[in-house]
């Protein structure tokens, strides 16, 4: 058993958007990034399928250099080597859910670009 919460200790440290490991299961990574109002993660793109959730706030999340609104509560599921970036329009918290395969790693290199 896993437990966790996007919740508590949230960090808006420094000019990027805060990466945290909530936790490692058999089959996915779950990760949460905490973003200041105008902090953003630059185009990218991963090699596996990811989950994306806007837990608290209002994101710009950008695919293929379109650009769609997404608040609280919104979900977006996107296939690997789909090009995307995200925009905080104001405080969020958002939910990455990552394969086993990823790299936590990889997603920080993306927020120190």
Excluded: W
């Amino acid at each position: 058993m896993h437990t966790a919460t996007l919740t508590k200790a949230i960090e808006h440290n420094g000019p990027k958007p805060n990466i945290e490991v909530l936790f490692e299961t058999d089959f996915t990574k779950e990760i949460r990034i905490a973003f200041k109002k105008g902090q953003q993660m630059k185009e990218h793109k991963t090699p596996y399928p990811i989950v994306v959730e806007i837990f608290e706030g209002h994101i710009e999340f950008g695919v293929q250099g379109k650009k769609h609104t997404l608040q609280k509560g919104a979900l977006i599921a996107l296939d690997g080597g789909v090009p995307h970036d995200l925009t905080a329009i104001e405080n969020s918290i958002v939910r990455l859910t990552l394969s086993t395969s990823d790299k936590v790693e990889r997603v920080q290199k993306v927020n120190n670009q």
